[in-house]
């Protein structure tokens, strides 16, 4: 049996204002709090015990997730006072962890949706024998991540943060950010300080000679750091193209939540969502969009890879393409907003304020 640790401190401050009054692993992707696919993608790789390590709005997990047997999991919270990075984050739940020194622990962390094979990660860490083994992924333009090259066996050489010259480009290999450590392992962390396991922990491992093996996975893989990343990633569930057990509803190009409700005419493409208790009116066309609890999208409205917070109202007519409109504001009718806005919560926004292109004569 293996267990886990799942890091949900981050404050999601990319994902602003989304994460204003929720912590970026309970925002919903796919009808349910994005956690709950990761939850459930580990209850199924035959995880049964797994301790989250919370910082942001820490008490909202729990009375959410109890003890976690309705997923057929034993969920522990341990909340960190001040912020310890992710290595911090790892040594602060480590006295809640039941493993033996020399059994696997699993460490993933809460902003990422991926199709990764859990048991071949940890099946890798025992043949090889590793201290710890990561998840590797491939991206084409891996300026933004940390490199990770291995040698021919797969192990890793090197930690290289956040290149920038094509010379320093060794390799599209990147961290994606799930773990397998040696139970032991976790205790040489230093305790009651803050670091980084990409920055301290791993780099320092590897300078003392241990073995750190990577294993490349190159399914589904999305960081959802940011407000189009998390609409693409909701979306991909609902299409399917992202794996998870914990879709409530069939796949497909719109998932309805029971208490929804959509006028008949109305266009819901590209896995749209549409939560409980929130309208879509006549003639609106929503496409590849997250619309949550509550939210009103009226008459004529065009939303395009955007998000729309819980109790939020767009207006009339009203165009969005790739905004996003935090819990409660209100757009009113005839607004066009593009490219990546971001409306505050309870912001209001009149009738015909804000274009991007001429009106029609």
Known sequence: MTEAILLVGGKGTRLRPLT??????????????????????????????????????????????GDGSALGLHLEYVTEEEPLGTGGAIRNVASRLRSAPGEPVLIFNGDILTGLDIPALVDTHRRTGADVSLHLTRVADPRAFGLVPTDAAGRVTAFLEKPQTPEEIVTDQINAGAYVFTRSVIDTIPADRPVSVERETFPGLLAEGAHLQGMVDSTYWLDLGTPQAFVRGSADLVLGRAPSPAVPGRRGERLVIEGARVAPDAKLTGGTVVGAGAFVGAGARVEGSTVL?????????????????????????????????????????????????????????????????????
Request: glycine share 12%.
């Open 293 to 361: 609890d509550g939210a009103v999208i009226e008459a004529g409205a065009v939303v395009r890879d955007s998000l729309i917070g819980a109790g939020a109202r767009v207006g009339a007519r009203t165009v969005l393409d790739g905004a996003v409109i935090g819990d409660g504001a209100v757009v009113g009718a005839d607004n066009e907003l593009r490219e990546g806005i971001r409306i505050w919560c309870d912001a209001h926004i009149p009738d015909g304020a804000v274009r991007f292109s001429a009106p029609a004569a």
């Open 20 to 65: 204003v009054n929720t912590p970026k692993p309970m925002v919903p992707a796919a009808g349910v709090p994005f956690l709950t696919h990761q939850l459930a993608r580990a209850r199924a790789a035959g995880v049964e015990h797994i301790v989250l390590a919370t910082s942001y709005l820490a008490e909202v997990f729990e009375p959410y997730f």
